[in-house]
């Protein structure tokens, strides 16, 4: 068959289905257009999902009636500038587009109005495309002093065969909301709005630029508990600078939706910003939970590529191992300056495992009068309650020094007799420790409540920081196999294993080329005991493929160091002094990330007075 050139507006529907994929790709670009032309306002409104009708408004520089003809012709922006040569360099990009291939995507599958009022002065004036077909502008009304509206009806209606793979109503709906959250978030002194089929769905007023005004939008995105359980990132190195916020291990998610990563202020999904967060989070969490974070990585237009995919969601890092180490370490710093918290969702949760007794048995019980619990005295126990109420007969919750310890609750000292846990000890964070519940858990007493330890957990935290540092200053200690194992693997893996050698001895293992495609293995790490190199050297040359760094050594290293600290922390069942409760209480107070174990789950749970009386209705 010849070869022949396809019609321009078959060229712009091709090109359109890379740029508009559903209607949240549409209004990403038109939303990301405003941002760049200096928008402090803007408002969203959709129809059917946004099939039916898409309209975009905003306050920022509005267009001249000569710019609305340019603006929907393809390859034509106002964010590209050619040198004195006529050259526009595509490294230096600083506005989150640049393409010039959004409004005559848009065009070219729907109907398209934008009308514009530029801030310079003047009348608005609107143009119109339909399927790619362009009236000439004209003047128009317009709201505001000045801006641009966008609006989009009967979206992909010139490719109906684009409509069969959209969603339902509702989850293009909601995949807009999304977008829209997504750009707010790095937006915060932008005001922003959602209409969905006329009623209102999202209202983020403008916040303070800074971290409070971030840290308020985001509250306002993610709730009120994000707020309560993030942490402060702001680290830098060279030009590079992590910032945002990341939540408490025990503040985790079952899924990666609470994650979102921005470069440059633009919403990416980038595989080595979710390998570096999953990896600073590896000490701290099982694998099947997932922190929560906002993270905005700002770096030199040089040191980063996104001109790597048509819709701007990839990028590409000419340094990928400094990004994923500044990552790692900023996230890392920042839960080492937590200490010992815990996320506050920790006594939500158990608060509602927390049943108020309202009756005995089948015995109706009168409600509480206006005179208070006091003068409530509408039941009376009936003569046979020794024998129908459960615990009555049983002994007291409180044990005498001279009772034996099987009981659950184990007496503590008198201050007289420890002098270190007085009065003054319940202004500590996790208090001073009053009792032992079962041979697991330690009750403490705050100033304004009580802490319940899991005297297992929180140890086993503690031994394994202290491995941690141990390794930290002396090194992995090796072991060298009688007979070293060659690993075959594919020519390209084992180039990669062989120049990480350096870096994989620093972990203890030491391997070495061995011909084309295949690795030997003389030296393992000495913690692994019996360990199968050929499975290990596998998953790092894996690792290495795809984040470009030894994650599966280093994870390995800590499930071990793990193991070995449960092993070696107190267990459950025994029974401790008081000086041993305090001891630890206070151990924890000066332990990074001891209020989570090393599976994320928490090692305590703190109750405030308050909420203990409004368990027992004083409240």
Not at 207 to 226: C, T, V
Not at 457 to 485: D, F, I, N, S, W
């Amino acid at each position: 068959m010849p070869i022949r050139r396809l019609p321009p507006e078959t060229v712009n529907r091709i090109a359109a289905g890379e740029v508009v994929e559903r209607p949240a790709s549409a209004v990403k670009e038109l939303v990301e257009n405003a941002l760049d032309a200096g928008a402090t306002r803007i408002e969203v409104q959709i129809e059917g999902g946004g099939l039916t009708r898409i309209l975009v408004a905003d306050d920022g520089q509005g267009m001249a009636p000569d710019q609305l003809e340019l603006a929907i012709e393809r390859h034509a922006t106002s964010k590209l500038e050619p040198d004195d040569a006529g050259d526009v360099d595509l490294l230096r990009i600083s506005t989150l587009g640049f393409r010039g291939e959004a409004l005559p995507s848009i065009g070219s599958v729907a109907r398209l109005t934008l009308t514009s009022r530029p801030q310079s002065g003047g009348d608005a004036h609107a143009l119109r495309v339909e399927g790619g077909r362009v009236s000439p502008p004209g003047p128009a009304a317009f709201p505001g002093p000045h801006g641009t509206r966008v609006e989009v009806r009967d979206l992909f209606y010139a490719t109906p065969a684009r409509l069969k793979f959209m969603k339902s109503e509702r989850a293009e709906a909601m995949a807009i909301a999304e977008e829209l959250r997504r750009q707010a978030m790095a937006h915060e002194a932008v005001t922003f709005a959602l209409d969905v089929e006329s009623r209102s769905v999202l209202r983020l007023p403008a916040e303070h630029p800074g971290d409070e005004g971030r840290l308020r939008r985001l509250s306002a995105i993610l709730g009120r508990d994000f707020e309560a359980n993030a942490l402060l990132v702001d680290q830098t190195r060279d030009d590079l600078r992590l910032s945002g916020y990341a939540g408490l291990p025990t503040y985790s998610r079952g899924n990666a939706q609470h994650q979102y990563l921005f470069v440059n202020g633009r919403p990416v999904k980038d595989r080595l910003l979710q390998g570096a967060l999953r990896g600073a989070y590896a000490d701290f969490l099982a694998r099947d939970r997932h922190p929560a974070a906002v993270l905005f990585l700002d770096v030199d237009p040089l040191k980063v590529d996104v001109n790597v995919h048509p819709a701007k969601s990839e990028v590409r890092f000419r340094d990928a191992a400094m990004v994923r180490g500044l990552i790692v370490g900023g996230l890392r710093h920042s839960l080492a300056a937590a200490g010992h918290r815990a996320s506050t969702t920790v006594a939500d949760q158990a608060l509602g495992g927390f049943t108020p007794h309202t009756g005995i048995g089948s015995q109706p019980v009168s409600q509480p009068q206006a005179t208070g619990w006091s003068g409530w005295t509408g039941w009376s126990a009936p003569a046979s309650a020794a024998q129908t109420i459960p615990g009555l007969n049983d002994r007291s919750a409180r044990v005498e020094p001279e009772l034996p310890t099987a009981y659950s609750l184990l007496p503590i000292a008198s201050q007289a007799a420890h002098p270190d846990s007085g009065p003054e000890d319940m202004d500590l964070p996790l208090g001073v420790a009053r009792g032992q519940l079962h041979g697991t858990y330690i009750v403490a007493q705050t100033r304004d409540g009580l802490v319940l330890v899991d005297q297992h957990a929180a140890h086993e935290r503690l031994v394994y920081e202290r491995m941690k540092a141990q390794m930290a200053e002396g090194g992995v200690a090796r072991q060298t196999l009688l007979v070293p194992e060659v690993v075959e693997l594919d020519p390209a893996e084992a180039e990669r294993v062989a120049d990480r050698a350096g870096e994989l001895a620093e972990l203890g293992l030491v391997v070495e080329p061995f011909g084309t495609g295949a690795v030997l293995v003389r030296e393992v790490p000495a913690l692994l005991g019996q360990v199968d190199a050929a499975g290990l050297i596998r998953d790092i040359a894996d690792d290495l493929a795809e984040h470009g760094v030894a994650l599966a050594l280093k994870e390995r290293l800590g499930d071990v160091c793990g193991t070995m600290a449960c092993h070696g922390s107190v267990r459950a069942g025994r029974v401790l002094s008081a000086p041993e409760m305090n001891a630890l209480l206070r151990q924890m107070e000066a332990t990074p990330h001891s209020g989570q174990c090393n599976h994320g789950r928490p090692t305590y749970v703190e109750l405030k007075l308050a909420d203990l009386e409004k368990l027992f209705g004083r409240r």
